[in-house]
């Protein structure tokens, strides 16, 4: 497992497609995000093609472009770019962050919290398989639930824990058997929870590809665009 996680920390740039599926038992559609995203770690750099489609059937499509101090965002039907300056709260650098990183998070997740590890071989490829069914701990629940929340950070109290069932968790990640360096993975959660008396049940899928790893060349900022910051 450690080489894995020593795998990701040899990332310095990539191409990865991810994707988020959530279902939820009050709602009749699931919520859809695919993420194409290009990163460079030196400079700090990402490009975002985010294509969501929520639960009442809406669809919307935005491309952003960020660095360390401004991010970008187009719709197709503006067709201008707009910028602003990056604050820690961005909603479009965090998600990106959120997204890159979701692989590697998980993966420490699991050495953190002891879950059963399971390694088969295939091809030139070793598949490290987490599978924690029903055995959560408190503390295991407690950095799953931080992770799928919408900042990452959510303080999480004991009586919050209480309400929260996982029924099943699985993460699958097949990472190069030369470098460790990840090729995909799959993360598999339902959870229910309790809330007023009313109970639901929540299902995520989290997928992602990598390509081209170490090998993005610098990615530029827009250079004609309507600035929002001033």
Do not use: H
Not at 24 to 41: L, Q
Not at 49 to 61: D, I
Not at 87 to 107: F, G, H, I, M, P
Request: glycine share 4%.
């Amino acid at each position: 497992m450690q080489n894995t996680i020593d795998g990701f920390d040899k990332i310095k740039s990539a191409e990865l497609d991810s994707n988020m599926k959530m279902t939820a038992s009050s709602e009749s559609k699931s919520t859809n995000v695919d993420m194409d995203i290009t990163y460079t770690s030196k400079p700090k750099a990402a490009k975002v093609v985010a294509k969501s489609k929520l639960a009442n059937g809406s669809s919307n499509t935005i491309e952003a472009v960020c660095d360390e101090s401004d991010v970008y965002i187009r719709m197709p039907s503006m067709g201008k770019w707009y910028r602003k300056s990056i604050s820690s709260y961005d909603t479009v650098s965090r998600s990106t962050n959120q997204s890159k990183e979701t692989a590697s998070r998980y993966l420490r997740m699991m050495k953190k919290d002891k879950v059963d590890c399971d390694i088969s071989s295939k091809g030139g490829s070793y598949i490290l398989t987490f599978n924690a069914g029903k055995k959560f701990t408190d503390e295991l629940k407690k950095d799953v639930f931080k992770q799928i929340s919408s900042t990452g950070t959510a303080r999480i109290s004991s009586a919050d824990l209480k309400k929260i069932d996982f029924k099943t968790f699985k993460y699958v990640i097949e990472v190069d058997k030369k470098d460790y360096m990840p090729k995909n993975y799959r993360i598999n959660l339902t959870l229910t929870a309790r809330d007023n008396g009313e109970k639901g049940t929540v299902r995520e899928v989290y997928k992602g590809t990598y390509r081209n790893i170490n090998n993005v060349k610098k990615i530029e900022m827009p250079s004609d665009y309507i600035d929002l910051s001033k």
